[in-house]
T-cell receptor, first 113, second 115 residues
Framework: GENVEQHPSTLSVQEGDSAVIKCTYSDSASNYFPWYKQELGKGPQLIIDIRSNVGEKKDQRIAVTLNKTAKHFSLHITETQPEDSAVYFCAASVVGGNEKLTFGTGTRLTIIP | DTAVSQTPKYLVTQMGNDKSIKCEQNLGHDTMYWYKQDSKKFLKIMFSYNNKELIINETVPNRFSPKSPDKAHLNLHINSLELGDSAVYFC??????????????FGAGTRLSVL
């Protein structure tokens, strides 16, 4: 089955700086890669996703890049703000297969004011 | 109005007891899920139901039994609770089956502590 690894497990950045979180996946059939943000005491919430036919996607301060050959994808947050502090999860799935989301192990991002 | 609501938010119980967690979504979605998040924040799917039909059962012990009385509800019953069942359980829903087409909306979670 699919295995998703995520690094780093914790990340602290100064407010205004950029943050990058990286994930690798094992199943070359995976073709959908969402990112979720989990704030304290809440459930995960989708913030951005990318499909395998696209190399990069941007939404304001958040961007995701995908390298299918290397089987890795990354989340980039620019101009970080205190409200970006949360746990971030990457995930992978096979659309048209069992379509189950396999999550990474999470990254606790702390923005230092 | 809360889109995906779970009750209770906290559940503290003794080993060997039986307990239930309820989930309701008011989004009109067809698909509902149960996830388990352990103390290290690892999030893993347990079950998925589409239109009240079981789609995913991730080798979860048969002490765990999901029940979907209708599309808007997916309850989780756990028999003979064990220490290792302590975790946060999340319910989620999506519009139709197929994660690439639909966002999964998560509830706020139920923190289960087995003593």
């Amino acid at each position: 089955g699919e295995n998703v690894e995520q690094h780093p497990s914790t990340l602290s950045v100064q407010e205004g700086d950029s943050a990058v979180i990286k994930c690798t996946y094992s199943d070359s059939a995976s073709n959908y890669f969402p990112w979720y943000k989990q704030e304290l005491g809440k459930g995960p919430q989708l913030i951005i996703d990318i499909r395998s036919n696209v190399g990069e996607k941007k939404d304001q301060r958040i961007a995701v890049t995908l390298n299918k050959t290397a089987k890795h994808f990354s989340l980039h947050i620019t101009e970080t703000q205190p409200e970006d502090s949360a746990v971030y999860f990457c995930a992978a799935s096979v659309v048209g297969g069992n379509e189950k989301l396999t999550f990474g192990t999470g990254t606790r991002l702390t923005i230092i004011p | 109005d809360t889109a995906v609501s779970q009750t209770p938010k906290y559940l503290v119980t003794q080993m060997g007891n039986d307990k239930s967690i309820k989930c309701e979504q008011n989004l009109g979605h067809d698909t509902m899920y149960w996830y388990k998040q352990d103390s290290k924040k690892f999030l893993k799917i347990m079950f998925s139901y589409n239109n009240k039909e079981l789609i995913i059962n991730e080798t979860v012990p048969n002490r765990f039994s999901p029940k979907s009385p209708d599309k808007a509800h997916l309850n989780l019953h756990i028999n003979s609770l064990e220490l290792g069942d302590s975790a946060v359980y999340f319910c989620a829903s999506s519009q139709v089956w197929g994660v690439a087409k639909n966002i999964q909306y998560f509830g706020a979670g139920t923190r289960l502590s087995v003593l």
